[in-house]
């Protein structure tokens, strides 16, 4: 199974921006802990980090006929991007949406989620275990012997 792990503006600033929301690990400690367990499971992933919209969205098309699953954690762009919604509908990839914080108890702003209506499910408020259940969810509902 090929899983990409896709993350979107300032997830690269883990352990730096807001400890006290998303934690003291870092983004390179979230990269290892994905690979380790993709590894332990059997499954390629590719990672990808991007604070540009557009970029994205080209990662997004980019994983049609090779990507099995995609975790993506869209961050800000969440909350505003029709583009990212536009593009996962586009390429029809089972997509789990991640959120390393509860947005559910957050500000109002957050609670709307243009994405989650291409996604398969949504894992928020788990920390980076967050992208390990994802990847889980992928593996069991959408691996090779699916």
């Known amino acids: ?12 600033m883990l352990g730096i921006r807001e400890p006290g929301i998303y934690g003291k690990e870092d983004y390179n400690f979230l990269c290892e802990t994905v690979t380790n367990y993709a590894k332990e499971k059997g499954v390629n992933i590719e990672l990808y980090q991007s604070n540009h919209e557009g970029d994205l969205v080209d990662k ?3 994983a049609c006929g090779k990507i ?15 583009a990212l ?17 509860d947005v559910s108890k957050r ?36 691996g090779e012997n699916k």
Do not use: W
């Open 60 to 62: 997004i098309q980019q």
């Open 85 to 101: 919604l536009d593009a996962l509908k586009s390429v029809s990839i089972p997509t789990v949406e991640v959120h390393i914080s």
């Open 107 to 142: 500000e109002d702003f957050r609670q709307v989620s243009y994405v989650r209506a291409a996604c398969v499910k949504t894992i928020s408020g788990h920390g980076i275990a967050g992208y390990v259940e994802a990847m889980d969810f992928l593996i069991e509902n959408y």
């Open 68 to 82: 099995d699953g995609i975790v993506f954690n869209p961050a800000a762009y969440t909350h505003t991007s029709v």
């Open 1 to 12: 199974m090929n899983i990409l792990v896709l993350n979107g503006p300032n997830i690269n």
